[in-house]
């Protein structure tokens, strides 16, 4: 299973999705599980990585879903009109 880290804004981006493609290729089961439960300080960059991270492992032929999605991210992305693109359980 694939983790978020407590806090993933504009300058963290860049490093944690590079952290998670490499994650991604340990991971052979589909879905892919991303663990969201120690995000706490976040920005609409954390959605960035998220679409990212799913684009990537629809190219290899998996699907992505986000455990503990926090509620503030969860309204985020219902904002902008991309919760069904971010499954969750």
Do not use: W
Not at 60 to 67: C, D, T
């Amino acid at each position: 299973m694939l983790s978020l880290p407590a806090e993933l804004t504009h300058g963290q981006a860049k490093a944690c999705l590079a952290q998670l493609i490499t994650g991604l290729g340990a991971e052979t089961a589909s879905p892919v599980v991303v663990n969201a439960t120690a995000l706490g300080r976040f920005d609409s960059s954390a959605l960035a990585v998220l679409l990212e991270l799913r684009r990537v492992c629809m190219r290899g032929g998996k699907a992505l879903v986000v455990q503990g999605l926090p509620q503030h991210m969860s309204d985020l992305a219902t904002l902008y009109g991309i919760e069904g693109l971010l499954p969750s359980t």
